[in-house]
């Protein structure tokens, strides 16, 4: 990581969270999202928390159950479990993997595992799911609630 970048950013907290359903093998998208999310885990340091959440109609594979400091050990074998994982099967749910996403960063709060500064979830999908506007209206109050900023990425067309 260059050494400026450090200083424009201070600790945080990121639940990254990445589609992993079948649409997913259309057009290379599943590798440019494995590769997506590799980079994104090369910019946290020391003191960063994170953590992965893999979904397509449920939670596909989840690294761990609450955020971890992201040593350069930690996101070693963060970046090697990627690896482990399908990357491309079954349906889509956002609502499933945005409720998990919140309760990772609920359980860390509660358990003192986090870095006590900005919390943040990347969301990494291709397409379209069932999602409602309660689903918008919960997923909202929950990031007013946390304190959380989602952000929002879309592969493919």
């Given amino acids: 990581r260059p050494w400026y970048s450090s200083g424009a950013t201070g600790p945080k907290d990121l639940v990254i969270v990445v589609d992993v359903s079948g ?24 003191k960063d928390w994170a953590t992965v959440i893999l979904f397509n109609h449920g939670i596909a594979a989840q690294y761990s159950q609450q955020l971890l400091p ?37 359980r860390s709060v509660s358990a003192g595992g986090t870095s006590m500064c900005q919390k943040g979830i990347l969301f990494l999908t291709d397409g379209e799911a069932d999602f409602t506007e309660y689903d918008f209206a919960q997923t909202q109050r929950k990031a007013l609630q946390f304190s959380v900023a989602l952000f929002t990425y879309a592969l493919g067309s």
């Fill in 23 to 46: 649409s997913m093998e259309q057009a290379g998208r599943a590798r440019l999202a494995k590769a997506a999310t590799s980079a994104v885990i090369d910019t946290l340091e020391w």
């Fill in 70 to 106: 992201m040593s350069d050990e930690e996101r070693s074998t963060l970046k090697s479990w990627l690896n482990d994982q399908i990357w491309h099967q079954g349906g889509t749910d956002f609502q499933i993997a945005l409720s998990e996403a919140f309760a990772v960063i609920q």
